[in-house]
């Protein structure tokens, strides 16, 4: 049996995993990661890639090739139609897309198939010496003590096995995780128990159809039957190519569904469909109950699941990766201190918690509204409700996940971690970075180090805010990368000359002064005087 000795072993090379290991990789951490598919599943699925997640492309070196690989034009509009019916029905509207909140990240929105995001990372970790990525590899068990963990793997074809030790373990093996299950982590969460289709199909009639609407990328279509779900296309690309989800009859099946019936509900015309792939799911809203035993970790969706209603998902999942990575790199680098890590858990756990409960007030809000409001009951009523539901949709977006109630930042007094926020250039402790034109005319994006980074926006080029974090850092032997710039316009807007960036661009503490006590701020954020949790 093979033998391979490492530090971190990530199980699943799926997009998570793999954003994972370019974390991990670029920091010069020995990782392993397995992945069972020789192969990216070709099903377009986890599509729609928020500027945020964008950011972490550039950081992984590898968004141009990311944008290389869309399908669709660039600046094509990537926001959403809603129907009420049908596509072919009087009442739809065109909500504004995810563009609104652009302004506040460093790079824009992508849609792609999410194989060709893996084949993009896939390509990416391939050139990191630090990762061994063994594709066509399935773990089939782990085990750890206070000191390591194994996970013991086979090859799939040829029934090959070998054992791999190291310091840490994740999962980044979806939603029905081994790495959960054998670190006894429990999940639950609302099982919506609705069966859904996804079905990826060619079809001239649906894009002569969708001519009605101006460009975009999504098309969901409210009907009361459905009780809150959708029914769902998005475009593969700009041509015939689209896929499609959908509830479905708990016993449904490939040989026993018509889905093109199913999608003729949805576009209200005949609408012939060449069928390139049929598959079903379970609709599911879950959250483990802890991010972490132990050595083991959790990212992902084994770490949490909900509907693909606004595209979370995956931007959810490498949110988490980047923010695991950062704290496993620092730990074993030496700077990080141990209770670092049960930050993860205390900043990602509530913000999919926000996200998975916005989605299911979601659903919960369109079945009300299609269960109370009819254009046949009354027309006048519903298209005041209609009006009424498509204001809200055009409203500031609300959803900003913030850490200000981590153990390692420096937030307000009280405050709690979370989705639910609001969009500013305020560079506000917990929440992340907007860009930020320098005078040397390089985004301070581009300026930001792989560590912690301080701002300092000084009044007159004085040294001394910068010297003392400097100093402090060196005492506490933690690397510090100083950007030092004027205080003027743009970079005003952040409205705090002093701001303590960590390495995934969030801001971990701000102010105004060079504060006596730079070390005991710089404490906090590496973990040092934090209370670490136990694990059984
Ligand atoms: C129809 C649909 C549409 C969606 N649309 C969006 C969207 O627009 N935006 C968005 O953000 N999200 C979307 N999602 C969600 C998104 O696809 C998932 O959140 C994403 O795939 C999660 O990535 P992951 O790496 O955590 O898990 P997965 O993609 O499930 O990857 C897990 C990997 O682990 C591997 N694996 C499992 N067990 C083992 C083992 N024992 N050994 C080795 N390997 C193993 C698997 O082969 C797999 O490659 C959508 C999902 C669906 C179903």
């Given at each position: ?175 029905r995780s081994l790495v959960r299950e054998q670190a006894g982590i429990a999940t639950g969460g609302a099982d919506f128990n609705t069966r859904m289709v996804l079905a990826v199909f060619r079809s001239p009639a649906l894009s002569a159809q969708l001519e009605r609407f101006p460009p975009r990328t999504t098309y969901r279509v409210l009907h009361q039957e459905l009780a ?53 799911w379970d609709l599911r809203v879950n959250v483990a109950d802890a991010y972490r035993r132990g050595r083991a970790f959790i990212a992902g969706d084994s770490a949490h699941s909900h509907p693909p209603y606004g595209g979370y998902g995956l931007n959810t999942g490498l949110e988490d990766a980047v923010n695991l990575g950062w704290k496993l790199a620092a730990v074993l ?152 710039d004027d205080f003027e316009w743009p970079r005003a807007a952040y409205q705090r000359p002093l701001i303590l960036v960590r390495p995934d661009q969030y801001v971990a503490w701000s102010g105004d002064e060079a504060p006596a006590g730079a070390t005991e701020i710089l404490r906090r954020v590496i973990g040092e005087g934090v209370h670490a949790q136990a694990h059984a």
């Amino acid at each position: 049996m093979r033998r391979i000795q490492t530090s971190v072993i990530v199980v699943g090379g799926g997009p998570v995993g793999l954003g994972l290991a370019a974390t991990l990789g670029q920091a010069g951490i020995p990782c392993v990661v397995l992945e069972r598919r020789t192969e990216p599943a070709a099903i377009p699925k986890g599509q729609n890639l928020t500027a945020r997640t964008l950011e972490h492309f550039y950081y992984w070196e590898c968004a141009d090739e990311l944008r290389a690989a869309s399908l669709l034009p660039a600046e094509f509009p990537i926001g959403g139609i809603t129907a009420y019916e049908s596509l072919a029905g009087e009442y739809w509207y065109a909500p504004a897309g995810r563009e609104t909140v652009g302004d506040f990240y460093f790079q824009r929105n992508e849609r792609l198939p999410q194989y060709l995001t893996e084949s993009v990372l896939r390509a990416r970790v391939r050139s990191l010496d630090p990762v061994v990525a063994l594709f066509g590899w399935s773990a089939t068990s782990i085990s750890q003590d206070g000191d390591s963990v194994r996970v013991t793997a086979q090859r799939d074809q040829a029934g090959e096995r070998c054992e791999i030790e190291g310091a840490y373990v994740v999962g980044c093996d979806g939603a029905r995780s081994l790495v959960r299950e054998q670190a006894g982590i429990a999940t639950g969460g609302a099982d919506f128990n609705t069966r859904m289709v996804l079905a990826v199909f060619r079809s001239p009639a649906l894009s002569a159809q969708l001519e009605r609407f101006p460009p975009r990328t999504t098309y969901r279509v409210l009907h009361q039957e459905l009780a809150g779900y959708w029914r769902f296309f998005g475009r593969v690309d700009v041509g015939e190519t689209y896929f499609f989800h959908a509830p479905v009859p708990g016993d449904a099946s490939a040989s026993n569904l018509d889905v093109q019936s199913v999608i003729e509900r949805a576009t209200g015309i005949p609408t012939p469909c060449s069928f390139e792939h049929v598959g079903f799911w379970d609709l599911r809203v879950n959250v483990a109950d802890a991010y972490r035993r132990g050595r083991a970790f959790i990212a992902g969706d084994s770490a949490h699941s909900h509907p693909p209603y606004g595209g979370y998902g995956l931007n959810t999942g490498l949110e988490d990766a980047v923010n695991l990575g950062w704290k496993l790199a620092a730990v074993l680098r030496g700077w990080g201190r141990p209770a670092l890590l049960d930050s993860y858990e205390r900043e990602r756990r509530p913000v999919f918690v926000d996200t998975g409960t916005a989605i299911t007030e979601g659903i919960e809000r369109d079945r009300d509204f299609l269960a109370r409001y009819s254009p046949v009951r009354d027309r006048g009523e519903f298209e005041q409700a209609w009006g009424a539901m498509t204001a809200g949709e055009t409203a500031p977006p609300t959803y900003e996940p913030h850490y200000e109630g981590s153990p390692v930042v420096w937030g307000p007094e009280g405050s709690a971690s979370g989705a639910k926020g609001y969009h500013t250039f305020e560079a506000r402790a917990g929440h992340h970075l907007a860009p930020a034109a320098l005078s040397s005319g390089r985004d301070v994006f581009e300026e930001l180090g792989r560590e912690y980074t301080l701002i300092a926006l000084t009044r007159g080029g004085d040294p001394r805010p910068a010297a003392r974090f400097q100093a402090a850092a060196d005492g506490l032997g933690m690397p510090l990368r100083v950007v030092t710039d004027d205080f003027e316009w743009p970079r005003a807007a952040y409205q705090r000359p002093l701001i303590l960036v960590r390495p995934d661009q969030y801001v971990a503490w701000s102010g105004d002064e060079a504060p006596a006590g730079a070390t005991e701020i710089l404490r906090r954020v590496i973990g040092e005087g934090v209370h670490a949790q136990a694990h059984a």
